[in-house]
């Protein structure tokens, strides 16, 4: 019997390249393009202070310099492939050829130059966003000490004798000069659309300055894991006006059932909790923060101020406290 042949045969015939090509396109598109779908959330990429402004620019300036190697090498690796592949009876054959100073030139001197100019950039912006640069402004900035708990951030406002624990209000436009330490282990300070984030340590101190340009509500959080309670170690820095920072501390003064936060109080908060709520204390016990520091030197300076020298150079490099 004699084979028929189908009376279809556009319909099960295999697509032409260029419309395979087409058809893999528009799948591959919108795959390539999800992940720049999540950019309007990358918080470094998004800030909302002078700092983090500064910040950004230095990580985009930093990234396009080094994609000025990558993305070279990536392309003329293809390139290769396919130039020098074995169908290929085009491509010069040349299996003696083993120096080119040309190319020598080209991969030697360009990241050379790209190295020496991410070395003075990293240079100048490491000592303009130090830390511990206070920022020059002609508003009277905020002073801010932090304390990290277990698992959570108590923020005092000596200037106003007021506290509040994982809430961290400020105005905007002003200059925030905080003051961090720890109450145990070692966690790290992180608001990442304002800018740098530093660590507090136990018996220690460290600084930083920030500001926030627009008023909002920003992520806060702890960068170094501490423990079970690390998950909730985060807060919310709420940056308003300033007739609303006034607004806000007069009512924190003033609330019908005020809560203090002396010594006894302290040594309640400082107890490990999870999921602590926020929490606003109208009066707040003079020198709290530095005796947070302190007590991690009870019993060493008697011992210390016996030997002699504790106050001068020699006596603590004596003691390798340095």
């Not at 528009?26 to 990429?45: T, Y």
Request: hydrophobic share 45%.
């Amino acid at each position: 019997m004699p084979l028929r042949r189908s009376s279809r045969p556009s319909e099960e015939a295999p697509p032409p390249l260029g419309k395979l090509r087409a058809r893999l396109g528009r799948i591959a598109l919108p795959l390539l393009l999800l992940p720049l779908s999540a950019c309007s959330h990358m918080e470094l990429l998004n800030p909302k202070g002078s700092i983090g402004e500064q910040e950004k620019d230095l990580i985009l300036i930093a990234s396009g310099l080094m994609l000025l190697v990558v993305i070279p090498v990536m392309v003329l690796t293809l390139v290769f492939a396919w130039r020098y592949r074995a169908g290929n009876t085009k491509a010069t054959y040349s299996p003696t050829w083993a120096h080119s100073t040309k190319i020598e030139v080209v991969v030697w001197s360009i990241p050379c130059v790209i190295v020496a100019i991410l070395a003075v950039l990293i240079w100048r912006t490491t000592h303009a966003l130090d830390p511990y640069r206070p920022l020059e402004s002609q508003v009277k900035p905020v002073n801010v000490e932090v304390v990290a708990l277990d698992w959570k951030w108590l923020f005092i406002y000596p200037d106003y004798g007021i506290a509040t624990v994982n809430q961290l209000t400020v105005p905007v436009g002003a200059p925030i000069n905080f003051r961090l330490t720890s109450a145990s282990m070692m966690n790290s300070f992180f608001i990442p659309q304002l800018g740098s984030q530093i660590y507090a340590m136990a018996g220690m101190q460290t600084k930083l300055h920030l500001i926030a340009d627009e008023p909002g509500t920003y992520a806060g959080r702890s960068a170094a894991f501490s423990g079970p309670g690390f998950s909730d170690m985060q807060f919310n820095a709420v940056a308003v006006p300033h007739d609303e920072f006034d607004a806000w501390v007069k009512r924190a003064r003033s609330a019908p059932a005020p809560l203090v936060l002396d010594e006894a109080a302290y040594r309640d908060l400082e107890q490990p909790s999870f999921d602590t709520p926020s929490t606003v204390y109208a009066r707040v016990s003079p020198g709290l923060f530095d005796s947070i520091v302190d007590r991690f030197m009870v019993g060493r300076m008697p011992a210390l101020a016996l030997e002699g020298g504790i106050c001068t150079p020699d006596g603590l490099a004596l003691q390798r406290i340095y």
